[in-house]
């Protein structure tokens, strides 16, 4: 059975543990990190110090979109993991665009969410806004054209994102008009998987 450790409230873990639930893989978590902290057998297996990691039999493997790639070739091919690499590459750009994403929101996230109120600075958050609704807009523009960043069905590729959506659009910023995007997340959320690992409350 595949093991996952890492705490749920960390976006990277979200991703594998919505994905694996998504394509019905069996499997258990463990919580690591944050205020779990990480004992010598964890640091062990993961040098970065750093959640997720998985074991799957005998694969060790750490970094949430390679995990991501590796289950869905593995376990879901034929629905995840398209055999043209034209379509594949496509699509995979998103999941990596999506740790710009991240560095941009980061800000935003720990002073709206990880901070006490008079803790906040407000023009940080005004800059993480900004830069993360400019990057919203390209996405809004891919979205115009294909249903899901995977292209004409949902796919492993709208996992990272999809992750980072619903911070987005929970924390108490300013937001451009992304119509596409929200129809998209609007989608994700009508999935049970998504809301069962992901649309939990921010912490």
Known sequence: ???????????????????????????????????????????????????????????????????????????????????????????????????SFADAQRDAFLHLVRREAGQRDGQVIARSAQVTGAAMLILDQALAVQPWLSGVHFGVSDVPMGVYAHTYFTLDMERPDVPHVRAWYDRLRERPTYARSVMIPLT
């Open 1 to 99: 059975m595949l093991t996952i450790w890492g705490r749920l409230n960390s976006h990277n873990v979200k991703k594998v543990a919505w994905f694996a639930d998504e394509i019905a893989l069996p499997h258990v978590r463990h919580d690591v990190g944050g205020t779990f902290g990480m004992d010598a057998a964890y640091r062990a297996k993961n040098p970065n110090q750093m959640i997720p990691t998985i074991e799957d039999g005998d694969v060790l493997l750490w970094e949430s979109n390679a995990i991501l790639r590796y289950l869905a070739a593995r376990y879901a091919p034929a629905e995840m993991w398209p055999d043209d690499p034209v379509i594949r590459a496509q699509a995979d750009k998103w999941m990596d665009w999506q740790f």
